[in-house]
């Protein structure tokens, strides 16, 4: 069955999501004195100042926000998000005796951005999350409309002024560093892979450029009634949905079936469906 294949493969991207965040934490920016963004960073701050483990510190700091969007959401968003504030919390508990020495606290922080983005990535894919931050900009962009980013942004200054003050600004540097590789990989892993372009095509051939494309490209297309706000006339346009790799060839059909053509191509996070991917996958 499709819903039990799901149901798997997410199960699957929650494990393996918490368990490469929990690396990249546990075993290299820990053992550097860095720190990530968030309530894992925060966890990490307060590890340096009282010598509790890491894991459980977590755990203890998410708890009061989990009750917290509980009662005020309820439970059906939760399970998932219970789920990986839990196996984080395990993870990084059974991997604290293991450090990894990088040598350079650079490459640590490179690393461990890289593994802790990549785990959130792979957490997002399954339908869960990483707690803490998450559940604070859930509710404050319901509730107050304030936007994601700036609800990770104060988080992520808060625990970067915190390692200044606590390990020193050499090390908040390289953490904001960690930080900001982590975003990154967030950002490829949950879109990367799935982005693609739209190209929107105004020209006097629109036929054979469609057939072109249909035969060249194995892509099929859209025909679009449109109206010039400058002429007034009524004039068609084609939509086309593509790979990155196929701009370049779309554009050398295009110039020649028409070199006065008028052609835009925006960036897509998502493509999904036929000749792309499909619209079940996690």
């Known amino acids: 069955m ?13 494990m393996l999501g918490s368990a490469a965040l929990a690396f990249g934490v546990s075993t290299l920016i820990v053992p550097a004195r860095l720190a990530d963004g968030g309530i894992m960073g ?3 701050v307060l590890h340096y100042v009282t010598h509790l483990p890491v894991g ?6 998410n708890v009061p926000l989990l009750a917290w969007a509980w009662l005020a959401q309820g439970p059906r968003f939760l399970w998932r998000t219970i789920v ?12 604290a005796p293991v450090h990894i020495q990088v040598g350079d606290r650079l490459l640590a922080a490179l690393y461990g ?17 990483s707690g803490g931050s998450d559940i604070l900009a ?5 509730a107050r409309g304030v936007s994601y980013s700036v609800t990770y942004l104060a988080t992520d200054l808060l625990v970067l002024s915190a390692v200044a003050v606590w390990v020193g600004l050499d090390a908040a540097m390289y953490a904001w560093i960690a930080t900001n ?16 372009r739209v190209a929107l095509v105004v020209s006097r051939a629109l036929d054979q450029v469609a057939e072109r494309v249909a035969r060249e490209l194995q892509r099929g297309a859209t025909r679009l009634e449109a ?3 400058f002429t007034g006339q009524q004039r068609p346009l084609l939509m086309v949905a593509l790979g990155p790799q196929q701009v370049t060839p779309l554009r050398h059909i295009v110039a020649e079936e028409d070199p006065h053509a008028f052609m835009v191509v925006l960036s897509a996070s998502e493509v999904l469906g036929e000749g792309f991917f499909q619209l079940e996958d996690p």
């Open 84 to 95: 990986g504030v839990l196996l984080i919390s395990g993870w990084t508990w059974l991997l």
């Open 113 to 129: 951005g890289l593994l802790v983005g990549a785990g959130i990535g792979l957490l997002l894919r399954g339908g869960g999350s």
């Open 42 to 44: 925060l966890a990490v």
């Open 181 to 196: 590789v982590a975003s990154r990989v967030v950002t490829y892993v949950v879109e990367g892979p799935r982005r693609g």
């Open 56 to 61: 459980p510190l977590f755990l203890t700091l």
């Open 138 to 142: 859930r509710h404050l962009y319901r």
């Open 227 to 229: 109206q010039g706000t």
């Open 2 to 14: 499709p819903s039990t294949r799901s149901f798997v493969v997410e199960c699957g991207l929650l």
